[in-house]
């Protein structure tokens, strides 16, 4: 092995341990974003959980409201909230929904 060859497999080993070193870092990297995007996908699920316990809840409340003659500050603070609401078999809409 003459001297040429020596300098270009060392520098050829160079590089093989440099794409090696950002192989390493690249996986390492690729898990840190994938259990980011898991959490992020698990609070996805529970905002939609949570949102279809308030829409029952809400459907809920507004059924007792009605079934008591209509509670007039029952109906101010679900209008604060931003609360619609329909009484039920009024033209197949829901009984209650949220903006």
Not at 59 to 77: E, Y
Request: glycine letters at 8%; a positive charge; hydrophobic letters at 40%.
């Amino acid at each position: 092995m003459n001297r040429n060859q020596f300098w270009i497999l060392n520098a050829l080993s160079g590089v093989v341990v440099l794409l090696f070193a950002t192989q390493i870092f690249l996986v390492h990297q690729a898990i840190y974003e994938q259990g980011q995007m898991a959490m992020a996908q698990q609070a996805l699920q529970q905002g939609q959980a949570f949102q279809n316990n308030l829409k029952s809840l809400a459907t809920r409340i507004v059924q007792v409201s009605q079934a008591n003659g209509g509670d007039q500050q029952l109906k101010d603070l679900l209008t604060r909230q931003q609360i619609q609401f329909t009484p039920q078999g009024q033209e197949g809409t829901t009984p209650a929904s949220t903006r």
